[in-house]
């Protein structure tokens, strides 16, 4: 994936696979490669990052600004 700054992600609504909801990533945590990914109620999850992204697992769903 490359992404000039790749802190523009944060905040953008992402469709998991084999969820039924959008989610929003949250993070990007560099040292241990994970992204967060939160859903409605609260819920966070983990993801690798970037082979999440790379394998299709998630996708991006850019909001225009």
Known sequence: MAWHDESKIIGERVSVKNEKEMGVITRIDYERDL???????????????????????LTMKFSKR
Do not use: K, L
């Open 35 to 57: 992204v967060f990914v939160q859903f409605r109620r609260m819920r966070e999850e983990s993801y690798p990052y970037p082979e999440a992204f790379e394998q299709g697992y």
